[in-house]
């Protein structure tokens, strides 16, 4: 196997960005329940295992901390349909998925060279903020089940109801339309709390596209100009 892609399998963050790319399509496009819900659990359960073994020394215990009873209550949610249940999951879920975010943000934008692990981290967190805002429409919208209008043609084929995990289907593919700013319009956030979250994540996803092209280029003329 040839050094480079040696390097790049057994980086920092290959193993997360891995288990986000099938978190993400799992939960988009499967459309058997079970098969879907399968694919997400152990998806989220390998994200939330190496993203403990991820992070520094210093962030391990409160990783640990947020992560061991997100995975708890994401299987318990599996076996047990209990409305209160369903609130604590998504709400651990997206707080513990915001944290894993800004630390992997603050490792990428750390790193005083470009390399292809550099290059990775930037995809993963650009994956954790679709992936974390998905879950924070799941959880507005079960709390305010009428703060997103979705079309009828939409809502028939995506099988639109209330969020019953916090990986919904089209919670995640409203997030990264959204996040990448195509907006088909085949989703409305009527009030006005789905809106402000709606902006926001929007204007996350152009800041954080604009700021990280500045750094790699930066670095690389740094890089450059050395003797």
């Known amino acids: ?65 947020l992560a061991l009873p997100t995975l708890v209550s994401h ?3 599996r076996h047990l349909e209990l409305p209160a249940l369903r609130y604590v999951d998504f709400a651990l879920t997206t707080v513990f998925l915001a ?16 390399t292809a692990d ?16 998905g879950t924070a429409y799941a959880l507005l919208a079960l709390a305010v089940p009428d703060s997103l209008s979705v079309s009828p043609a939409l809502a028939r084929v995506g099988h639109w ?11 995640l593919y409203y997030s990264f339309t959204t996040l990448s700013t195509i907006g088909y319009g085949d989703v409305t956030p009527l009030s006005t709390g789905a809106r402000a979250v709606s ?8 800041i954080y596209l ?15 100009s050395r003797p």
């Open 1 to 65: 196997m040839p050094a480079g892609v040696a390097r790049l399998l057994g980086g920092r963050f290959t193993v997360l960005t891995c288990a986000l790319v099938l978190l993400a399509t799992a939960g988009t496009t499967i459309q058997d329940k079970a098969a879907r819900e399968i694919a997400v659990g152990l998806a989220f359960s390998v994200l939330l295992v190496f993203a403990m073994l991820t992070v520094g020394q210093q962030l391990r215990i409160a990783t640990v901390a």
């Open 75 to 77: 299987w318990l949610l």
């Open 99 to 114: 944290f894993l975010t800004l630390v992997i943000m603050i490792t990428v934008f750390r790193d005083q060279s470009v």
């Open 118 to 133: 550099t290059i990775v981290g930037a995809v993963c967190v650009y994956l954790l903020i679709g992936v974390t805002w």
């Open 161 to 171: 109801g209330e969020p019953t995990s916090p990986f919904t289907p089209l919670l």
């Open 199 to 206: 902006v926001l994540e929007g204007l996350t996803g152009q």
């Open 210 to 224: 604009a700021v990280l092209v500045a750094r790699l280029v930066g670095l690389h003329i740094a890089r450059a």
